[in-house]
């Protein structure tokens, strides 16, 4: 018994309880109808399923003031009482954190909230939320490939966050610099790393290489850490299945490349490469804020001109 998933689809967590209580096995069959409430106990399908195989009141009630706040939040939001609806699917979250229909309500409400102003406690809790209802997933679901999608368009979301802070930060001079040495090989594996679902996803093979296995840099690893992260998420976007990023010692500078097998920037946007800002374009969803952002950090990162 200790080897069943924690997780079923409704249909099949009912029929597999109802093949446990056949077999006498009573408890793991309770157990496994109170987690498949707590799944779905806003399914009224998925809940006469349940009454058909047990009157346990502690069973049938299980997550019911919970469901109850999701629906009332439900009501708020198609009202676009945003803020209440919010508070309710909190409340509701918090009492019954393994439904799915919570928890995206809340991550729902909590991006409709914020509006253009994306806080980084808000993009936290929304990833939160996501996570949980990511975890409840079965293996083969969890790989699938709109799951990196979510998981790319958070990490575009975070990138401009970052960016956006960092840039009030330099504009008001609270912006800290706090360069070090490092080992440019374990810096730039660790970028690949916070990127690893979103490559697998989308079947895209990456690596880095590195000049010297004991190449160092003298840099601010957050910050530029930050300007990394977000080239690596761009070119996710365009290349078709390689990412490669470099690294070298030229002129007694450390130079970082990030290539990628797609067709490359446009001819109008290298004409332009000193104009980091190019103006918003629909189209793409390109605003120019990570070339300039960038740009901003390198100056930070310069010696002796």
């Known amino acids: 018994m200790e080897k069943l998933p924690q997780f079923f689809a ?12 056949a077999l006498g096995q009573t408890a793991a069959s309770d157990a496994l109808l109170k987690t498949c409430v707590e799944v779905y106990g806003d ?8 009454a058909r195989q047990t009157d346990n009141a502690d069973i049938l009630s299980g997550g019911k003031e919970a469901v109850e706040l999701n629906r009332q939040g439900v009501r ?3 009202q676009k009482q945003f803020e209440e609806a919010l508070r309710l699917f909190r409340q509701a979250f918090a009492l019954q954190p393994k439904n799915i229909s919570i928890a995206l309500n809340t991550a729902q409400s909590l991006l409709q909230s914020a509006g253009g102003e994306m806080s980084e406690a808000l993009l936290e809790e929304s990833r939160r939320c996501l996570e949980v ?5 079965p293996p083969e679901l969890q790989a699938a490939a709109e799951l990196g999608v979510i998981d790319y368009e958070f990490a575009r979301l975070n990138g401009m966050l970052v960016q956006l802070l960092g840039l009030y930060k330099l504009g008001v001079n609270q912006l800290p610099m706090r360069p070090g040495y490092h080992e440019v090989e374990d810096f730039l594996q ?13 079947q895209i093979s990456a690596r880095c290489e590195v000049q010297s296995f004991d190449l160092m840099g003298f840099f601010d690893e957050e910050l530029l850490g930050s300007v990394v992260a977000n080239i690596v998420t761009n070119s ?8 490669l990023i470099q690294a ?10 990030i ?26 969803g390109s605003t120019g804020l990570g070339l300039y952002f960038a740009g901003r950090i390198a100056e930070l990162h310069e010696r002796n001109g």
């Not at 946007?269 to 918003?280: A, E, I, K």
């Open 43 to 50: 399914d009224p399908q998925v809940m006469q399923g349940v």
């Open 259 to 284: 290539c990628d097998d797609g067709q490359g920037y446009p001819q109008e946007m290298l004409s332009q490469q000193s104009n980091y800002v190019l103006g918003l374009k629909h189209s793409t």
């Open 10 to 21: 409704a249909d099949t967590a009912l029929n597999v309880a109802s093949q446990l209580r």
């Open 248 to 257: 070298w010692e030229e002129n007694g500078k450390l130079v970082l490349a």
């Open 190 to 202: 660790a970028q690949l790393a916070r990127h690893f679902e979103v490559l697998e996803s989308r």
């Open 236 to 243: 996710i976007r365009y290349a078709h299945s390689a990412l």
């Open 133 to 137: 209802w990511q975890a409840q997933l």
């Open 76 to 78: 708020c939001y198609q």
